[in-house]
C-alpha cells in the first residue's frame, strides 16, 4: 500500500478500533477469540495492538478482565463495565454524526 | 515447556523492566501464543511457536507498544555486556591507582590507610556486582542463540 495512505489509516483506525472493541465485549471474550472475531468480521487487527489497547481501556475502568484458570490453558477473559458502555454509545454518537455529516457532503457534491 | 517462547517472553520481559504490570503482561502474550499455536496449527510445537512468535512481532516493538510513546530504557543485551565490560576495565585500572593523593586535603596518616582499604573494598564489590550483570547478560544472549 501507499505509505502516505498507510499514515491515513492508522489514524483512521486508532479511534475506530477502540468503538470495535467496546461494540465487541458487550460479550465477554478472551484475547484469542477477539482476533479471530474480527478477522472474520473481514477486518485485521494485530495481537500486538489488540493487547495494550484493552489493557489501556481495562486501566481506566471500561473493561474489566479475569483470568479463567479452569480449563488446562489460562485464559483472560475481558467484558465491558457500565462505565465502558456509556463511552461507547458516546463515542458511536460522534461516529454517527460524522458518518451523516460526510453523507451530506457527497450528496450534495454528486448533485452538482 | 518451550525454549524458544521463553527466551521470547525474557525478552519482552528485559524490555518492561521496572513496570509492575509486567508479569501481568508476559502472562497474557503467553496464554495468547499458547492458544494461537494449537489452534492453527493443530498442537503446540517448537516449529509452530517459531511461527505464531514470529508473526508476533520482535519483542522490542512488542515492549514499546505497551509503553505508549515513552522510550525502552533498557538497551539491547549486547549494549550491557559491553558496558559491563568498559565498567570491569575503569575499575581495574581505579584499583592500580595508589590513591595516595587522591585527596585534596591532607588526611591524618593514621586514616589514610583505612580509607584505602575501604575504598578497594567497595571497588571490589561494585566489580563483584557488574561481573554478576554480565555473566546474566552473557546466559540471556547464549539462550537466545540456543533457541535460534
Not at chain 1, 478482565?65 to 460522534?94: C, H, M, N, V
Not at chain 2, 591532607?106 to 590507610?113: A, S
Not at chain 2, 566489580?127 to 546474566?136: K, N, P
Request: glycine share 4%; aromatic share 8%.
Amino acid at each position: 500500500m501507499n505509505p502516505e495512505i498507510a499514515n491515513f489509516e492508522t489514524e483512521l483506525n486508532r479511534g475506530f478500533l477502540q468503538i470495535l472493541v467496546l461494540a465487541l465485549l458487550e460479550e465477554e471474550m478472551y484475547g484469542y477469540s477477539m482476533v479471530r472475531t474480527i478477522r472474520d468480521l473481514g477486518y485485521e487487527v494485530e495481537e500486538n495492538t489488540l493487547y495494550p489497547l484493552l489493557r489501556r481501556l481495562e486501566k481506566n475502568g471500561w473493561v474489566k478482565s479475569k483470568w479463567d484458570l479452569s480449563e488446562d490453558r489460562p485464559r483472560k477473559f475481558y467484558a465491558i463495565t457500565a462505565a465502558g458502555r456509556k463511552l461507547r454509545d458516546q463515542l458511536l454518537g460522534i461516529w454517527r454524526k460524522q458518518d451523516q455529516i460526510l453523507n451530506r457532503i457527497l450528496k450534495e457534491k454528486s448533485h452538482v | 515447556m518451550s525454549k524458544k517462547l521463553d527466551a521470547y517472553l525474557e525478552e519482552i520481559s528485559h524490555f518492561l523492566s521496572g513496570r509492575k504490570e509486567r508479569e501481568e503482561i508476559l502472562a497474557e502474550i503467553r496464554s495468547h501464543i499458547l492458544e494461537k499455536a494449537e489452534r492453527e496449527f493443530g498442537e503446540v510445537t517448537e516449529e509452530a511457536l517459531e511461527k505464531v512468535i514470529a508473526a508476533y512481532g520482535p519483542a522490542r516493538r512488542v515492549a514499546e507498544e505497551y509503553l505508549e510513546g515513552r522510550p525502552i530504557i533498557a538497551p539491547a543485551y549486547r549494549i550491557d555486556v559491553v558496558s559491563n565490560c568498559v565498567s570491569l576495565v575503569l575499575i581495574g585500572l581505579l584499583l592500580r591507582q595508589p590513591f595516595d593523593n587522591l585527596f585534596a586535603i591532607k588526611v591524618p596518616d593514621w586514616l589514610l590507610p583505612k580509607i584505602k582499604v575501604g575504598l578497594t573494598v567497595l571497588l571490589l564489590f561494585i566489580a563483584v556486582m557488574i561481573t554478576i550483570e554480565l555473566i546474566r547478560n552473557l546466559v540471556f544472549l547464549g539462550r537466545k542463540k540456543l533457541a535460534k
